[in-house]
T-cell receptor, first 109, second 115 residues
Framework: GQSLEQPSEVTAVEGAIVQINCTYQTSGFYGLSWYQQHDGGAPTFLSYNALDGLEETGRFSSFLSRSDSYGYLLLQELQMKDSASYFCAVLGGYSTLTFGKGTMLLVSP | DGGITQSPKYLFRKEGQNVTLSCEQNLNHDAMYWYRQDPGQGLRLIYYSQIVNDFQKGDIAEGYSVSREKKESFPLTVTSAQKNPTAFYLC??????????????FGDGTRLSIL
C-alpha cells in the first residue's frame, strides 16, 4: 500500500518563502508529483521528480530524496493567489497516483 | 481548446438510485481516471483505464462501475450499493503508461449529494 504525510495547514505572508514537506511509504515508486487545487476547483499539475534533486519551475521548486522517502515543494515570492491546497502524490504502477491529504496554504497581506 | 469536460456540475441522488457522471476528453489521451474527494481530504482512486475496453479497480471501487467504450469517454456510475456517495468526483486523463512522467489533467468535477 501507499501512505503519504504532509502538514494539514501552513500560513505565510506575501513575498515570503514557504516549504511544504511530504514523506511517503510505498510499495512501488516511480516519482513524486505536486498538484495545486483552489477551493472547489480542478487540481492542476505543478511539478514532478523522478530522480533525487531539485526541479525549478519559475517561483516553484520541488525536491526529492528517494533514500529518505521525502520530498518538498518550495514556493517563493508568495502571492495572494497562491492560497490553495497543495497535494503531493506518488506515481505508482500503471501511471496511477496516490495522493496525500493535502496542505492548505493561507497567504496573508 | 483541448480539455476534460465533466457533467453535470451538481447532481442529486435519491435513495436506491443509480446515477451516472459523464467525463469526456479531447486530449487524445489513452489513460483516464476517476477520483473521489471528501472535504479536507486527498483524492482517492476509484477506477482507471489505460486503454479502450479495459479498466481496473482502484482503491475504493466498491459501489461504483465504469465503462470505456470510446477513447474520449469514461463514464462513472454510482450505484445504490454505494452507501455514502456524497462527495466531489474528479475525472482525469493522461498519456498513459508509456509516458508515465506526464501529468494527469483534471476536469472541473461533479458534486454529488444525497436527497
Amino acid at each position: 500500500g501507499q501512505s503519504l504525510e504532509q502538514p494539514s495547514e501552513v500560513t505565510a505572508v506575501e513575498g515570503a518563502i514557504v516549504q511544504i514537506n511530504c514523506t511517503y511509504q510505498t510499495s512501488g515508486f516511480y516519482g513524486l508529483s505536486w498538484y495545486q487545487q483552489h477551493d472547489g476547483g480542478a487540481p492542476t499539475f505543478l511539478s514532478y521528480n523522478a530522480l533525487d534533486g531539485l526541479e525549478e519551475t519559475g517561483r516553484f521548486s520541488s525536491f526529492l530524496s528517494r533514500s529518505d522517502s521525502y520530498g518538498y515543494l518550495l514556493l517563493q515570492e508568495l502571492q495572494m493567489k497562491d492560497s490553495a491546497s497543495y497535494f503531493c502524490a506518488v506515481l505508482g504502477g500503471y501511471s496511477t497516483l496516490t495522493f496525500g491529504k493535502g496542505t492548505m496554504l493561507l497567504v496573508s497581506p | 481548446d483541448g480539455g476534460i469536460t465533466q457533467s453535470p456540475k451538481y447532481l442529486f441522488r435519491k435513495e436506491g438510485q443509480n446515477v451516472t457522471l459523464s467525463c469526456e476528453q479531447n486530449l487524445n489521451h489513452d489513460a483516464m481516471y476517476w477520483y473521489r474527494q471528501d472535504p479536507g481530504q486527498g483524492l482517492r482512486l476509484i477506477y482507471y483505464s489505460q486503454i479502450v475496453n479495459d479498466f481496473q479497480k482502484g482503491d475504493i471501487a466498491e459501489g461504483y462501475s465504469v465503462s470505456r467504450e470510446k477513447k474520449e469517454s469514461f463514464p462513472l456510475t454510482v450505484t445504490s450499493a454505494q452507501k455514502n456517495p456524497t462527495a466531489f468526483y474528479l475525472c482525469a486523463s493522461s498519456l498513459g503508461q508509456t509516458y508515465s512522467n506526464q501529468p494527469q489533467h483534471f476536469g472541473d468535477g461533479t458534486r454529488l449529494s444525497i436527497l
